[in-house]
């Protein structure tokens, strides 16, 4: 999902301002088919006139003058490398993006409009390192693609981004910055993602309002009313020091097309808080989760899941190390009645620094299955585990640039 380029190349006089996303902050019951139409219209109708307002509040306050400075910054990280797997249906090895971080290309740009306005646009896409291959499906710019507006308070972005849940998670509460290439390393891949639109991590046609405050408090809120990819919204609520992070998030998706029974719109649902917290040379994290997944079909139970992730950073430079514990407590998989239990996923990671943008790095990782949670076809897909197996680990070596 995000890992984010410290630096970057320029074009034009002005200093590009950090992205909206993604950097470690320290250092570094359902209603009837006709309700829940209206219902969302009202919800996603009265966030998107208040983001708007915001919007129209930032030009009105700007003084707006023509333009005064602008760039353009490239930037990106670029992985290769090698993992090996066990207990897999196909190749178990395999070569290509480093498997703890996605490789991609970005594109932002800023424009001084005067009086503390600017306008902001960012596009991003996903680059596969072992074939060329760039961007997903029909979608070049599958990353990010907004244009935006900020000043030094809020920052609006409309177009196809993360949710401000996600932008959270990453930034604050995963050792990893949810930043894996593969489910193998990235079990938080399976929630507050559209599981209604292909388990989309990114939501199109996206408003996003947020506000930056006194004494390190940041909020956000995030709405995508697009009608024929499910409607969404997003928050989260933070306070940001040099030492600590505390955080509170949420993400609500609903399906585009009703159950034929009932003509309800099934729902999956995020809530969650977390933070991290600074000892010397490391950096602890927690997150605590709860997970719902109403059924596509009528008469089926809701999938719910608890999510427990400790983690911890250790600044040994140029070593750094990193490691992840998830415990993922299941009911109802797969909306089937009875079908409880338990994913847990280890990671460990070791980094050498060769600069401060380039590094190689060593990992192993497993992930074990029990009772039903065995079952689930979308994790046995996904890791391309053999059904008959309980568990897959491996390991996964690589080379990692930022630029």
């Not at 089937?336 to 996923?345: E, H, I, L, P």
Request: proline letters at 3%; aromatic letters at 8%.
């Amino acid at each position: 999902m995000t890992e984010y380029a410290q630096g970057g190349r320029r074009c034009g006089v002005s200093r590009i301002p950090p992205p909206d996303r993604g950097e470690t902050e320290i250092t570094n019951t359902t209603r009837g088919h006709e309700a829940s139409t209206g219902g969302d219209t009202m919800i996603n109708g009265m966030l998107g006139r208040c983001i708007a307002v915001t919007g129209a509040a930032l030009l009105a306050g700007g003084n707006v003058a023509f333009a005064q400075s602008s760039g353009v910054q490239l930037y990106g990280v670029v992985t290769a490398g090698i993992s090996q797997k066990t207990n897999q249906t196909g190749g178990t090895t395999q070569f290509g993006n480093y498997l703890l971080n996605s490789s991609y290309l970005g594109l932002r740009g800023s424009e001084d409009l005067g009086g503390g306005l600017r306008a902001t646009f960012q596009l991003e896409t996903g680059v596969e390192t072992g074939t060329g291959e760039a961007g997903s499906g029909s979608k070049f710019w599958n990353r990010h693609a907004t244009a935006g507006l900020a000043n030094g308070q809020f920052a609006l972005t409309l177009g196809r981004q993360f949710h401000a849940s996600t932008d959270r998670v990453t930034r604050s509460l995963d050792a990893f910055n949810v930043s894996g290439a593969s489910l193998h390393v990235t079990p938080l891949a399976l929630f507050g993602v559209n599981k209604f639109m292909n388990n989309d991590n990114r939501s199109d046609n996206t408003i996003k309002l947020r506000w930056n405050g006194p004494a390190g408090v940041t909020a956000a809120l995030s709405t995508a009313p697009d009608h024929d990819s499910g409607r969404s919204m997003g928050f989260d609520l933070a306070q940001v020091t040099r030492n600590y992070v505390v955080a509170l998030y949420g993400v609500r998706f609903k399906s585009p097309n009703p159950v034929a029974a009932t003509g309800q719109r099934p729902e999956h649902r995020v809530l969650g808080a977390g933070g991290q917290y600074r000892v010397g040379q490391a950096v602890l994290y927690l997150n605590v989760a709860r997970s719902s997944l109403e059924a596509s079909a009528a008469g089926r139970p809701k999938q719910t899941n608890t999510l427990l992730i400790p983690g911890i950073r250790y600044n040994m430079l140029p070593f750094v190390l990193k490691a992840s514990y998830t415990l993922d407590s299941g009911k109802n998989i797969n909306n089937v009645a009875g079908r409880d239990g338990k994913k847990k996923t280890l990671i460990a990671a070791i980094e050498y620094h060769l600069s401060k943008r380039t590094a190689v790095a060593f990992a192993v990782f497993r992930n074990s299955f029990t009772d039903g949670y065995k079952l689930d076809p979308v994790n046995i897909a996904a890791l391309a585990r053999d059904p008959e197996s309980s568990s897959t680990s491996g390991y996964a070596m690589g080379l990692r640039h930022n630029f």
